[in-house]
């Protein structure tokens, strides 16, 4: 009975941890147009080679949310 205790506060420690993430507002998050721009840049660095567009607009949109935080951090 008290290994089931354990896993059940374990789990819900882990489920509080997950849920506490940084909020991103409405005012921080970058446009479309951002991400885009950006991410073009990386297409264009890389010798505008086809087949990472997916990547590189992920990759922007992490780098711009991740600045926006830091700016709504200071």
């Given at each position: 009975?008290?290994?089931?205790?354990?896993?059940?506060?374990?789990?819900?420690?882990?489920?509080?941890?997950?849920?506490?993430?940084?909020?991103?507002?409405k005012?921080?998050?970058?446009?479309?147009?951002?991400?885009?721009?950006?991410?073009?840049?990386?297409?264009?660095?890389?010798?505008c080679k086809?087949?990472?567009?997916?990547?590189?607009?992920?990759?922007?949109?992490?780098?711009?949310?991740?600045?926006?935080?830091?700016?709504?951090?200071?």
């Amino acid at each position: 009975m008290a290994d089931t205790t354990k896993k059940t506060k374990t789990t819900a420690k882990l489920r509080k941890a997950a849920t506490k993430k940084e909020k991103v507002t409405k005012e921080s998050k970058p446009s479309r147009e951002e991400i885009e721009r950006l991410a073009k840049s990386y297409w264009a660095a890389r010798g505008c080679k086809d087949g990472h567009a997916e990547q590189d607009w992920l990759r922007a949109e992490k780098e711009l949310l991740k600045a926006a935080s830091l700016k709504t951090a200071s």
